[in-house]
Nanobody
Framework: QVQLAESGGGLVQPGGSLRLSCAAS????????MGWFRQAPGKERDFVAA????????YYTESVKGRFTISKDNAKNVVYLQMNSLKPEDTAVYYC???????????????????WGQGTQVTVSS
């Protein structure tokens, strides 16, 4: 089991940037597909992005392509989500997740992941 802890959320104006971090412990994540999901109030938890164990392959939901970048530092056991050109509709609690199985492009539902963090709030508002 991997323990995950997100950080880096906050309040940002539209057009601004934030970088979320997800620190992993208990296991090395070099073999794990790591994902980011988000959940807005009253809505389901939706896929945002995923990255392969090596960090060389990533996959994004259409609405964040070109604005968000997922990356991982296996030496530090950390996954990042760089978010640029933020929009009010990006407001949500963002969750980090881990799975030993699959590919980033096929790991896009909550059921694909075994371990989850507690989430970090991102609010985009003027």
């Amino acid at each position: 089991q991997v323990q995950l802890a997100e950080s880096g959320g906050g309040l940002v104006q539209p057009g601004g940037s934030l970088r979320l971090s997800c620190a992993a412990s208990g296991r090395t994540i070099s073999n794990y597909v790591m994902g980011w999901f988000r959940q807005a109030p009253g809505k389901e938890r939706d896929f945002v992005a995923a990255v392969s164990g090596s960090g060389r392959t990533s996959y994004y939901t259409e609405s964040v392509k070109g604005r968000f970048t997922i990356s991982k530092d296996n030496a530090k056991n950390v996954v990042y989500l760089q978010m640029n050109s933020l929009k009010p509709e990006d407001t949500a609690v963002y969750y980090c997740a881990a799975t030993l199985y699959g590919l980033p492009s096929r790991s896009t539902t909550t059921g694909d992941y075994d371990d989850w963090g507690q989430g970090t709030q991102v609010t985009v508002s003027s």
